[in-house]
């Protein structure tokens, strides 16, 4: 399947809304002439001249019937990766009769797991409401209704860029086709992917991996290489046409996150005849900047030095390559990068480029753990024994933090020091839990911990009465079977899920349900850690 290329206004950008990084069309208002799912397909909309179904003309792109009352159709997207939209495609080629004569978007932040159900009960913020971009459960408007052209590439740049989006929810006015939906903006991982021990692929798109620049790109977008798994096919790949001058061709990658690149794989997967004969790969370091800091952002990308290699470190010297394989290279010297110029000689095709390293720390993130080794011990003491209740677990971490030179060390700290626990220290730590549905605060929590308990829970006031009644009652039959509270991770979940999980968990025995509260405990505290350092 080709890719549709990118419009020329949005070529630096990620289409947030791939297929090929997991976006989803999560529902759709009506789709009886042609389905949802044809809103992201990576190829470019067809026609099939004379071929109908039983419902009507055959169509590539999503179709609804004819609107025969008040309102608009509307779709929810998933999108593969989260990110702030810049831009949109809205593609309505091939409908000329059938085509919205008008389009709107909104955006949201959810879990991955919210369902179109939770979703379509969200408000949508009031325009101008202060703080509305921080509110969490609301839809927010990223473009006031827009005409569009039937039949027509419609490229359409936001007002303005839109804050973060996990979802986005496209309103057609009022009824009709459109082909496909693209939407172009910045990628914007949760921060936490970049807290973990080993290496992770630094140039990924959903690690907010990105193109910057190319010499050529006839056959296949550069942007191809940073997509998830391996291509299908020949077509799914960066190809060059056929070089008939000296040198080479090559691209600019700049990584989702700076950080030191240990390792790199270049593979030709599906170029047996058109594979490069070798490549080399520079690096640049504009240097350490917050995602969020747009001014920083932009400072730190003009330092990037356009034209030839001047100003480039040499991480890969010329490294032979051949046809269909994964190649995997460690550079001499692993260097610190935000940026990548890679080169292919002297043409051909490449399908996927992986960079492998350790993410570097931001400003922000520096700050947040200056900030928490610089605490007073009793206020340090009391902000650890609100993410976990457990004294000795507290002590040994305040211990750790002195050594912690960024934030990966913290949570490796955190871990080590949970997991050495004994079981009565456990004990201790479920005790600064209320219950859950309960509106009492429990004794031993601090005021933070009850603040966080409250947020974790909030789904879970306001359910039906029925469900917190029996999750009152299966608390009690819990804490008598096991001589603690029901212990889980409340966060995104409901009632009815959390009392669901009570019911499965109520008849084990007790050495499997302490292991199971451990489990639950350990996933509390990380998550209370890693709010705190985002929170500032």
Known sequence: ??????????????????DETGTFVLWASDDYFAEKEN???????????????????????????RMRGPGHDTAILRLGVPGSVEGLL????????????????????????????????????????EGAAQVAKVWRLALPKTDIRSDFGNVIALPQLSPRATHVRLHIYPDGGVARLRVYGVARPAPQIFWQQGSIDLAAIEHGG???????????PPANLLLPGRGVNMGDGWETRRRRTPGS??????????????????????????APQACSVFAFDAGAVDPDDAEGMAAAMAQVPTGDDAGWTPLLDLAPLVQHRRHSF?????????????????????????????????PREQERLATLQALPRAELDALLLSFCGATAWAQQVARALPSCSQVRDVLQAVDVAFWALRE???????????????????????????????????????????????????????????GFIFIVFATGRSA???????????????????????????????LRLENWLLAG
């Not at 990105?210 to 296949?220: C, K, L, N, Q, Y």
């Not at 691209?251 to 030191?260: A, D, V």
């Open 90 to 129: 809205v593609d309505t080629t091939h409908f000329k009769g059938n085509a919205p004569i008008a389009v709107a978007l909104e955006v949201c932040e959810a879990p991955h797991t919210a369902t179109a159900e939770e979703l379509l009960s969200w408000p949508v913020a009031e325009e101008g409401a």
């Open 1 to 18: 399947m080709s890719q549709q290329p990118a419009p020329a206004a949005f070529s630096h950008l990620v289409n947030l809304a791939a």
């Open 249 to 274: 061709d090559w691209c600019e990658i700049g990584l989702g996150r700076r950080g030191l690149v240990q390792r790199i794989e270049v593979d030709t997967h599906f170029f047996k005849g058109n």
């Open 496 to 526: 009815a899920q959390m009392l669901a999980l009570l019911q499965r968990r109520i008849g084990n025995d007790r050495e499997a349900e302490i292991r199971n509260a451990g489990d639950e405990q350990a996933r509390i505290t990380r």
């Open 39 to 65: 809103l992201v397909r990576s190829d470019a909309p067809v026609w099939k001249e004379g071929v109908y179904t039983d419902k009507g003309k055959w169509m590539d792109g999503w179709e609804s019937q």
């Open 330 to 362: 460690e550079p001499a010297r692993p260097t610190v990068a935000t940026h990548l110029r890679v080169h292919i000689f002297p043409h051909g095709g490449v399908n996927r480029m992986r960079v492998f390293g350790l993410a570097a720390p931001t």
């Open 210 to 220: 990105r193109v910057t620049a190319i010499s050529d790109a006839f056959f296949g």
């Open 424 to 482: 009565s220290d456990w004990l201790e730590a479920f005790a600064a839990h209320p219950r859950i549905g309960a509106r009492k605060d429990a004794a031993a929590a601090t005021a933070q911990s009850a603040q966080w308990s409250r947020g974790e829970q909030a789904q879970v006031h306001g359910a039906e009465s029925s469900v917190t009644a029996m999750l009152a009652t299966l608390n009690e039959t819990y804490f008598e079977r096991f």
